[in-house]
């Protein structure tokens, strides 16, 4: 089921339009309201233009559109092709209705009389069952973008909140992972060449050792003759 929707500028998260929600659903999402403005923040011009973000018993869906942001907060449950769909309805009358308007925007909810549309189209979009009839052609009209809806990307807000996971492109997930590879390696290799040095000086060491014990023994007993031969010459002549 659809529960609130929010509708901000991307460049600097300023809100330009939300539904209008009771006291019982406004409290009932007010955490995840706040979990959608760090959303907003994190959103750069690499981010993926639709998301999906899995919290506690719901999900917060987003799609990007000519620099606006469409978020709705729905029942985890709820399939990720309707939601978009929604998302995709949302998008397509504002832009028609406000489009040229968004740059330009100074106050936050310059566009409140979006909510009408708003509300409209989330009745259509409340129970699965009507949205499935309501929205059957549109989700045709969705169907090459939508097709294969695992290719959205899909976080878990734990990963947003605690390991500040970035919502960029893979792209950017790639070179980041490459630079962590580039460097651990010269990390490893660093710590090798440590290990390669230490080891070395042990076995020099170790080696000047062997060689002192062998000219012991191979000159110990005629140091000892020489030593007798002496002791018994001064007992002699002394």
């Known amino acids: 089921m659809v529960k609130s929707t929010l509708v901000v500028r991307a460049s600097d998260a300023l809100p330009l339009a939300a539904s209008v929600d009771d006291e019982q659903t406004e409290h009932a999402l007010q955490e995840h309201k706040q979990q959608a403005k760090l959303i907003f923040r994190r959103i750069t011009p690499n981010a993926e233009p639709r998301c999906s973000i899995e919290s506690a018993q719901y999900t917060l869906h987003y799609l990007i559109s ?7 907060i729905a029942d985890k449950s709820y399939p990720r092709k309707l939601a978009f769909s929604y998302l995709d309805e949302l998008s397509k009358e504002f832009a028609t209705s406000y489009g040229a308007k968004v740059d330009t925007a100074r106050k936050p909810y310059a566009f409140g009389g979006f909510d009408t549309f708003m509300g409209k189209t989330t009745r259509l979009y409340q129970d699965t069952r009507t949205a499935n009839a ?3 052609s549109n989700l045709d009209r969705l169907n090459d973008d939508l097709q294969d809806v695992t290719r959205i990307m899909t976080k878990n807000m734990e990963e947003l909140l605690w390991r500040g996971d970035s919502l960029d492109s893979t792209c950017s997930t790639l070179s980041e992972l ?4 580039n ?9 090798l060449s440590s290990s390669l040095r230490s080891e070395s000086e042990k076995y020099r060491k170790a080696a000047r050792n062997i060689n ?4 012991l023994r191979q000159y110990a007993p005629i140091g000892a003759v ?3 031969l002496i002791i018994l010459l001064w007992w002699r002549f002394s």
């Open 134 to 136: 309501a929205g059957s």
């Open 212 to 215: 002192i014990q062998a000219m």
């Open 183 to 191: 460097a651990l390696h010269s990390s490893g290799m660093s710590h």
């Open 178 to 181: 490459t630079m962590c590879c």
């Open 226 to 228: 020489i030593f007798i």
């Open 66 to 72: 000519d620099n606006v942001v469409y978020l709705v």
